[in-house]
């Protein structure tokens, strides 16, 4: 059974540092690309980061310099570094699965599992 759980959300200041993990069961986070999207409130989901089976990131431009995506083979868990938190960094965050061992921009292809979500929130 393909599960993603999440952990690491909480509340934090402007400019603070949290960082999130994505713990995988019943495949091997080596072995496909996976994502990591948030969703504020009243907002659509959005891909934030996507890292290859090769270990290649990429990520929004939003985040692009704040945030680190990597991966933990052994562990089987993934990890998204969150520095220099702002406000609009407010939002459940989310991991994914792709279908395949490559990411389309920042984003997984084929996504085939989600996570539960965890919440971070950032006061100014």
């Known amino acids: 059974q393909v599960q993603l759980v999440e952990s690491g959300g909480g509340l934090v200041q402007a400019g603070g540092s949290l960082r999130l993990s994505c713990a995988a069961s019943?495949?091997?986070?080596?072995?496909?690309?996976i994502g990591w999207f948030r969703q504020a409130p009243g907002k659509e989901r959005e891909g934030v980061s996507c890292?290859?089976?090769?270990?290649?990131?990429n990520y929004a431009d939003s985040v692009k310099g704040r945030f680190t995506m990597s991966r933990d083979n052994a562990k089987n868990t993934v990890y998204l570094q969150m520095n220099s938190l702002k406000s609009e960094d407010t939002a459940v965050y989310y991991c994914?699965?792709?279908?395949?061992?490559?990411?389309?921009?920042?984003?997984?292809?084929?996504?085939?599992?989600w996570g539960q979500g965890t919440q971070v929130t950032v006061s100014s």
């Open positions: 994914a699965a792709g279908g395949s061992s490559y990411c389309s921009g920042y984003v997984p292809s084929n996504i085939g599992s």
């Open positions: 019943g495949f091997r986070v080596a072995y496909y690309a």
């Open positions: 890292i290859s089976i090769g270990g290649s990131t």
